[in-house]
């Protein structure tokens, strides 16, 4: 090939290779909604609110800066939320609990790796479907006024994870006179109920051998499991209940995580501070493989809901409570 010939065909190169980055140049930028939309699975049910008007909030709050962002929600209920990961149905499950020992086997199983998780809210005091925290009744007559979940464990406990100790009757615990010999009966939710799981993690360690002494309720037609629970107690002076709904005939106990701290009920101001024992809290997984981030669309969502502009929408929106700033924090660096 001449040089002359070699000169027009570098040049012929040269000048369609402008025309390519001219054309690119000009193309329209990539958009939020090029990246399709961030499927969100979980926690809820057709038909009522549950957390769908929480997350309404913090998506049109996402949307005003990432204009473009679409969304597709599937909230049919806490089950359905891990198995939306691992079969790529969705990209976040939100859950107003720990995924449990099942769910996690599972996505392990189809992953090969753990969930990744965040928390960004903390649940309410009493409102249903909203996460409310677990209280400890005791009949109005009783003295008690506080317990630590080391007590709780050695309460409820076949297995004594947290406490050696056992406390079978009421003297155990320290009352006295009349009190010390009658043993305490319990009262609560069915055992495969979401109040008793959670209970279990939180205050058992995990166990799942509950004692002999429980007497068990669930919800029937017209009337509620609290409801049940509520009854049975104010008949009994010497029974102990968990519940998640206010009975004002009772006498709800203070907790504290151990007998050095101060122990508190459950309101608005200790369960954001994280210092309510039984306080529930919501979480978001999504499908993040090992030393790899979570897909930018999917973060900035994420890092948006626990940013400080996020947790005010939580603040003001109503049902559940904000996470307090120094968990926010930790939320912020785990998408780091």
Known sequence: ????????????????????????????????????????????????????????????GYCKSHPGTRFADELDGNASAIGGLYTNTADLAILDREASFIEVDAYQQGTGYDPFRIPVARGSVAIPHHA??????????NPLTHLTLQQLDGIFDADHRLSEQRYKTWGDLGLTGDWAARPIQLYTYNIESAEVQFFERAALKGSQKLSCCLTLFQARPNITAEQQIAAALAKDTYGLALSSQPAPALKAIALSNTEGDTAVLPTPETITAGRYPLARTVYVYANRKPKSPVPANVAAFLEYIVSPEGQAIVARTGGYLPLSPELAAKSQELLQ
């Open 1 to 60: 090939m001449s040089l002359l010939s070699r000169i027009r065909r570098t040049g012929l190169a040269a000048f369609t290779l402008g025309i390519t980055l001219a054309a690119l140049a000009q193309s329209p930028p990539a958009t939020a909604a090029d990246a399709g939309p961030i499927r969100i699975w979980g926690h809820g049910r057709k038909g009522q609110d549950y957390i769908l008007t929480l997350l309404k909030a913090w998506q049109d």
């Open 132 to 141: 409310p925290a677990l209280v400890v009744y005791v009949n109005p007559a």
